[in-house]
């Protein structure tokens, strides 16, 4: 297929691009190197790829861009509730304004769009969300990714992957996720300050969003104008079963409990993933895997002696 991936030198762009082009697809990459990053670098040898610099809002680039593929993956985003509460236009522009450019100019070509579970918001103690659980996001950024799955799944032929917290190792890299912020925390500092440590999350490796994309491109037909829940099951975890984990290979790992300290990011919920495990994917890479892969990662980049970092290439 010919596919159109925006933001695709990013965390999730820079391991789903080389994994199109390992199974024979031709990428075009649309991305503003935002962070002068170099992560599709080991890609260039690919003749099925092309890059592209420029924004994800410029509808005549888009359009051009849209007018031989097959298939769109708008990755495109400010990602996370901190860099979408600096720039809150800058947010709504790159999340909804690009899709509607997008929705605009296609030939009902198939599009593939990374939502977020944080849209759970605040769940019920010990009920799993699933996709027919109300979306309560208690954030910009959540916010913003719901109306853009609402908008996707009215528009037809499209599917919404409602990604669990990422972590792992990739070309471009992020620190800012909470099991590579943790990891990070336990080789460099040793030590970590826990705010209500019962809050749940759900996880999931890098490499399994990238295939649960390739999953969901394969399977198109019988998945489609369907939102997926894309987590680890055995991986509802609260922030201190977190850190136990983390613990298991940094064992002088100090984990201080703070009483009386809200949280900023107040999400706590858990989540079923038995619905895309029904079309026939599973996650293959553990949370103690994932662990395991940041701490030599953090080791070759130095991470244990450096109190600001940033990874841009692994």
């Not at 509607?100 to 759970?120: A, E, H, L």
């Amino acid at each position: 297929m010919n596919i159109l991936v925006t933001g695709g030198a990013g965390y999730i762009g820079s391991v789903l691009v080389p994994a199109f082009l390992q199974d024979g697809h031709h990428v075009t990459v649309l991305d503003n190197f935002m962070y002068n990053q170099t992560a599709l670098l080991d890609c260039c040898h690919y003749k099925g790829l092309k890059v592209v610099r420029g924004d994800a809002c410029d509808e005549s680039l888009v359009k051009s861009l849209l007018r031989d593929m097959d298939a769109v993956f708008p990755l495109a985003c400010l990602t996370g509730a901190p860099l979408c509460d600096k720039d809150p236009d800058g947010a709504r522009a790159v999340i909804i304004d690009a899709l509607r450019i997008i929705f605009k100019n296609r030939k009902n070509q198939k599009i593939i769009y990374p939502t977020t579970n944080s849209g759970y918001g605040v769940g019920e103690k010990g009920k799993f969300c699933t996709e027919e659980t109300p979306l309560r996001p208690i954030s910009l950024y959540g916010q913003l990714k719901v109306q853009a799955e609402e908008e996707i799944l009215k528009a037809g032929n499209g599917i919404t992957l409602r990604l669990a917290t990422a972590f792992g190792v990739a070309p471009r890299m992020r620190l800012d996720l909470l099991v590579n912020d943790f990891t990070l925390r336990a080789v460099r500092d040793k030590r970590i300050e826990l705010f209500e440590p019962h809050f749940m999350r759900n996880y999931v490796h890098v490499r399994d969003i990238a295939r649960a994309f390739l999953h969901a491109l394969k399977n198109f037909e019988r998945m489609k104008n369907e939102p997926y829940n894309v987590g680890l099951t055995e991986a509802n975890k609260s922030k201190m079963d977190l850190c136990l984990e983390i613990k298991k290979f940094v064992p002088e790992f100090e984990i201080i409990e703070v009483q009386g300290k809200k949280d900023p990011d107040q999400r706590d919920y858990i989540v079923s993933n038995e619905k895309l495990e029904k079309t026939g994917f599973k996650p293959q890479t553990s949370l103690a895997d994932g662990i395991e892969e940041l701490i030599k990662a953090y080791t070759i980049t130095n991470c244990a002696r450096e109190q600001k970092v940033q990874l841009t290439n692994i």
